[in-house]
T-cell receptor, first 114, second 110 residues
Framework: DAGVIQSPRHEVTEMGQEVTLRCKPI?????LFWYRQTMMRGLELLIY????????DSGMPEDRFSAKMPNASFSTLKIQPSEPRDSAVYFC????????????FGPGTRLTVT | GQNIDQPTEMTATEGAIVQINCTYQ??????LFWYQQHAGEAPTFLSY????GLEEKGRFSSFLSRSKGYSYLLLKELQMKDSASYLC???????????FGKGNQVVVIP
């Protein structure tokens, strides 16, 4: 079975540009999580969805960040406008409702904002 | 909120045993989870403890004491491939979010 798929794997952009990160969860998983990882702050939860509905977005840093899940097989995380401090690895993870803590992570998107 | 503390790095010899500690202070605790992350890769789930005591899973064991806010991950018969960062994470009642510590980097040397 395919794991969690993320695209792009690497993104380099200039400050002020819009960035869209994409995620396809494992088929049948009903939870989807977006994380950000940096050396300074570690792995931080940004937002998570259950059955395509956002449940907790308290980790979204500010209004420049938004996430959507239009269907069970696709989610996006958008940053507009991007800033250098947004540079990080962004992971998407998915899980089943009866084992929600056993999360399967995608390979991540390494974002660099110059 | 939560406060999750892990030591940052340790070195151990192939074949040895290493213990990775994690302490936490939080309300609404609903389990302690361990993930492994190799350099440049995504975290992968290792084990979890909801109740006090030891859970064994092959070469890896995890222990939890809820009254002390303390957990450890024990890695036995260390192999070179065990060189990685080990992240502990706290789960909460009422939602399915995980709060991760910053991880403990284990370096296995021959």
């Amino acid at each position: 079975d395919a794991g969690v798929i993320q695209s792009p794997r690497h993104e380099v952009t200039e400050m002020g540009q819009e960035v869209t990160l994409r995620c396809k969860p494992i088929s049948g998983h009903d939870y989807l999580f977006w994380y950000r990882q940096t050396m300074m702050r570690g792995l931080e939860l940004l937002i998570y969805f259950n059955n395509n509905v956002p449940i907790d977005d308290s980790g979204m840093p500010e209004d420049r960040f938004s996430a959507k899940m239009p269907n069970a097989s696709f989610s996006t995380l958008k940053i507009q406008p991007s800033e250098p401090r947004d540079s990080a690895v962004y992971f998407c993870a998915s899980s089943l409702s009866n084992r929600a803590y056993e999360q399967y992570f995608g390979p991540g998107t390494r974002l660099t904002v110059t | 909120g939560q406060n999750i503390d892990q030591p940052t790095e340790m070195t151990a010899t192939e074949g040895a045993i290493v213990q990775i500690n994690c302490t936490y202070q939080t309300s609404g605790f609903n389990g302690l989870f361990w993930y492994q992350q190799h350099a440049g890769e995504a975290p992968t789930f290792l084990s979890y403890n909801v109740l006090d005591g030891l859970e064994e899973k092959g070469r890896f064991s995890s222990f939890l004491s809820r009254s002390k806010g303390y957990s450890y991950l024990l890695l036995k018969e260390l192999q070179m491939k065990d060189s990685a960062s080990y992240l502990c994470a706290v789960g909460y009642y009422g939602n399915n979010r995980l709060a991760f510590g910053k991880g403990n980097q284990v370096v296995v040397i021959p």
